[in-house]
């Protein structure tokens, strides 16, 4: 059930923002006077969902997701039409228009995603505002994933700073770490500043984590597995473990890691509960779990939240619009460092619809088209054929040098960025598919 959910919410997520790229192309294209021939979310290769002929222009829906199109007369695209490309212009093609009718016309796409994205954080910070703990209130400071801790950091560990540059979210700093390439982090332990280096060939490491960090607290039961060890042996929600087989523990880690996940065994687990003391025998099952969930970090600390005003929530949307796609070139940048290797990283749907949750919320929801809208626009500006990026590399010399490129040249061109394309999405998509079999 919560792959379906997944799905649906990446498919709703797609559609939308399909048809408001394509909306844009559209727009501007009849803004101009140029014929629209078909409008379509997905591709109809073959055969169409449906379609339904409106004026000059058939909308439709194809059957293969993996994107939506405009076909616009006159001009060379994925459709290869040759046939009309032979015939006299007409008026209303888009080669009979001026250089830079047609280069807005291609930037159309772009700069809906762009104000989509942004109108969208806009309308999450006015209706939902924004919730988080600052790093400040992590009274038990963080706990690190082993890579971290390879690198120095120890669980309890308070990060204060990323070269010098104070740090408010705790949730923002795996991300700055890589994407900033952060060389020095400032933390605070038992009262002390220290520096932490990164060297510099961790990168690669730190991008395959997926578990970074998380606030530290106490080894407290917040929800039992019906049928679990811990059931069986009589505990209840709230709990507190203080030793393992009589070694103290006072935290979660260091519950986790003094049981050490080991299956089909038995612990005596010694717990608070209230004022007193309960000694509990307990048989982990054959994943080496006891079952139970630990409270969460937000039981312990008090979130800041923030509202905005209708005329606040504006300038926030854009800066968060603004923060993101700074972040995505920055991580894009990263793709063409082999140290890096981040094009390891590079996933197809698989991992796309991963990272909505699996129930579905609102407030996720918006803020995860907000944020594909933003890759969208930006994979879509690159200078390569067959995306609206190639297009305007051509309009763009056109423009400068006074030359039209020939449409033979047109017709390769957009031959080999199609098989450009399509080879990155074969790519990323074995990526998700190692990605499985590897977990």
Do not use: C
């Amino acid at each position: 059930m919560d792959v379906l959910i997944k799905i649906a919410q990446l498919l709703v997520s797609l559609s939308i923002l399909i048809v408001m790229h394509e909306l844009g192309h559209y727009v501007l294209s009849r803004i101009f006077k140029v014929r629209v021939e078909k409008f379509f979310l997905f591709f109809d290769a073959g055969f169409s969902l449906f379609q339904k002929k409106i004026g000059d222009t058939v909308y439709g829906i194809g059957w293969l997701p993996l994107g939506g199109y405009v076909k616009i007369s006159g001009m060379i695209d994925e459709s290869m039409d040759r046939e009309q490309m032979k015939q006299p212009p007409q008026p209303w093609e888009f080669r009979s228009k001026k250089a830079w009718q047609r280069l807005l016309i291609m930037l159309g796409g772009v700069i809906v995603n762009f104000i989509l994205a942004i109108f969208i954080y806009i309308l999450v910070f006015f209706r939902w505002g924004e919730s988080y703990v600052p790093v400040d209130r992590l009274e038990y400071g963080l706990m690190f994933d082993s890579t971290f801790v390879e690198m120095g950091l120890q669980h309890g560990d308070q990060i204060i700073a990323l070269d010098g540059e104070e740090v408010e979210k705790w949730k923002s700093i795996h991300h700055d770490i890589v994407v900033n390439e952060t060389q020095v982090i400032q933390v605070q332990r038992d009262g002390q500043l220290i520096d932490i280096p990164i060297p510099s060939d961790m990168v690669s490491q730190l991008l395959k984590i997926e578990f970074a960090m998380e606030p530290r607290v106490p080894a407290e039961i917040g929800a039992l597995v019906e049928g679990g060890g811990l059931v069986k042996a009589g505990a209840q929600a709230g709990d507190r473990f203080i030793a393992v087989n009589g070694k103290p523990v006072s935290f979660y880690d260091e519950f986790i890691f003094t049981t050490g996940g080991v299956p089909n065994t038995d612990f005596d687990l010694l717990a608070l509960r209230g004022a007193d003391t309960v000694m509990m025998e307990v048989t982990t099952d054959q994943d080496g779990k006891f079952g139970f969930y630990n409270k969460s970090y937000l039981e312990y600390f008090d979130p800041v939240v923030v509202k905005y005003s209708f005329f606040q929530s504006f300038p926030a949307g854009i800066k968060r619009g603004i923060d993101i796609t700074k972040s995505y070139l920055k991580q894009l940048k990263m793709l063409f460092k082999p140290e890096t290797r981040a094009y390891e990283e590079l996933g197809g749907f698989i991992k796309i619809g991963s990272i909505f949750p699996s129930t579905w919320d609102w407030q996720s929801f918006w803020n995860m088209t907000a944020f594909l809208s933003i890759i969208l626009a930006i994979m879509n500006i690159l200078p390569i054929p067959a995306l609206d990026g190639g297009h305007v590399m051509f309009l763009l010399f056109e423009m400068i040098s006074g030359r039209k490129p020939g449409d033979k040249f047109l017709e390769y061109a957009q031959i080999v960025g199609m098989v450009i394309l399509l080879s990155l999405l074969l790519y990323a998509n074995l990526n998700d598919i190692i990605g499985l079999f590897n977990k």
